[in-house]
């Protein structure tokens, strides 16, 4: 059973940073393509970051490039999403989710979330100005 878990949301000031995690049980994500995704009240869900099948490529969305970086442990079966210089319109929640439809490795279509069939349950991150 694929299952995705995300930890590490929270408070934090303008400037500060935080490290997500997405546990994976019942699958390898070598795998899948994952995204992260977020979304803030009111708005749409977005695509902001994206590893693709086998780790071959990696994808951010022009909002965090520079500031979010994804890695991952392999022997853990997690992802991270390590977020620097947040600011108050990175308050959202978080998720993380899995596609079996995007199997090459360049994932194309993946800021799109009807390509992610596995979802965790998201975490709320806020940040304070």
């Known amino acids: 059973q694929v299952q995705l878990a995300e930890s590490g949301g929270g408070l934090v000031q303008t400037g500060g940073s935080l490290r997500l995690s997405c546990e994976a049980s019942?699958?390898?994500?070598?795998?899948?393509?994952i995204g992260w995704f977020r979304q803030a009240p009111g708005k749409e869900r977005e695509g902001i970051g994206c590893?693709?099948?086998?780790?071959?490529?990696?994808y951010y969305a022009d909002s965090v490039k520079g500031r979010f970086t994804i890695s991952r442990d392999h022997a853990k079966n997690t992802l991270y999403l390590q977020m620097n210089a947040l600011k108050p319109e990175d308050t959202a929640v978080y998720y993380c989710?899995?596609?079996?439809?995007?199997?090459?490795?360049?994932?194309?279509?993946?800021?799109?979330?009807?390509?992610?069939?596995?979802w965790g349950q998201g975490t709320q991150v806020t940040v304070g100005s």
């Open positions: 019942g699958f390898s994500l070598d795998d899948y393509t």
């Open positions: 590893v693709s099948k086998i780790g071959a490529n990696l």
């Open positions: 989710a899995a596609s079996s439809y995007l199997t090459d490795t360049y994932a194309i279509g993946w800021t799109d979330s009807g390509w992610f069939d596995y």
